[in-house]
């Protein structure tokens, strides 16, 4: 039997706070650390009460340059959770940036009014942009194309909560592969865990990256295989990401349609799957999941929003250095 | 073919055959104000064929982008009519504004006061620290 490992309470003594520092994408943040939010978003979940006040006096600026709905909203409710206030503006035309204001200036003003930032900017490396010029932590809310850390966050509770564990698992990514940097992230992140078999799920068209195949192979201990058939890999897997084919990335309107429709989980798919099988989706979703699946007990694409809260509330606190009241000594007994 | 040779100057060979006007390019060397000859499409044992680039006299030439455009290059140092050493050109773990990214979505194409800087990464390629594309040349 192969054994199956928790790495969050085998690590969770070595983490180094992540206190006063940014984080545009999680490949330089040390596993422990991101074994220890996930911890601290699961505790803060069950303690909502003790940590309400954890941000007191705190303030948050969402800097939103593109529109979304629920990051923004998300981010926003955490710091309102923890007991802090929110700043900000969504839609470029509402700032100082439809003046031509340039990146690093609104950071270096912003500084000075909050305690820390999360920008979305549809420029890949704004991010990183602004978290060179800015005083305070700064938090990469999707960058273009390029890296979206809290949604890989997000993902990763959700499994944890589902599996109770991120390896020995065989985990299926279904959708555009090539576009969605969800997968990659999330594939990224997760071979540093190792012992997962991927199961890559895609139309020609839209085949993972070679880049990221290679990040697969150069991990000693996952797998993968490619197929362009759901029904036929369904029974296998533990976990099912579904994915959106994005329509802005394609000029050809008959190309998307065509490939929009090609995976749509229905009741009738999922009869196949595994009862303990984990429905994902990063959201938002067109028709790629049928709304009668949304009442089985599978789907885990509405948990995942409620973690993507509860990650970025334990991302806030912890880059702010504010300790969430009893956390430190529960993980202390567990140890 | 005959060339004159050079006193004192690099000679920069094995230059990739019909990328020496790129090279040169990439060294900031204007052609138009700098003694130097150069030699394209020439056979080579190693590769078929090569360019020579010859610079007279480089003063404070700065050489790093060789380590990108040319990294397969051989470096002579030629003082008073003789090579008196050889080497291949460094591949620096960064380059700062020596080239530019291509990709039209990343932030360098907005942002005013930003540096090009790009890293080496473990495969061996040259790619942004912002956006992560490949580098082009």
Redesign the interface.
Known sequence: MSQQVDHASKTSSTVVPLRGRSVVTLDDIPMTQILDLLDRAAYIDTHRRQVAHTCDGRVLATLFYEPSTRTRLSFETAMLRLGGQVIGFAGAQLASVSKGE???DTLKTVSNYADIVAIR??????A??ASQAATVPVINAG????MHPTQTLTDLATIRARKGRLNHLTIGLCGDLTFGRTVHSLITTLCRLGHVDFVLISPDELRTPEYVL?RIRSSADCTYRETGDLNGVIGDLDVLYMTRVQQERFFNEDDYLRLRDTYILNADKLRAARSDMAVLHPLPRVNEIAVEVDDDPRAAYFQQVRNGMLVRMALESALLGDELPGYREQKEVAA | MKVTSIVDGIIIDHVRAGTALKVLHYLRVDPAKTRLALIMNTDSRKYGSKDIIKIEQTGDLDLTALGFIAPEATVDVVRQGRIVSKHQPDRPSHLVNVITCV?P??????????DQRFHLDD?GVYR??????KAED
């Open positions: 340039s990146i690093s900017h549809p420029k890949e490396g704004a990183l942009v960058d273009g194309g390029h290679e | 990709n979505r990343c932030v360098t194409t907005v942002e005013t006061g930003v495969a942004c620290d912002y956006c992560d594309e």
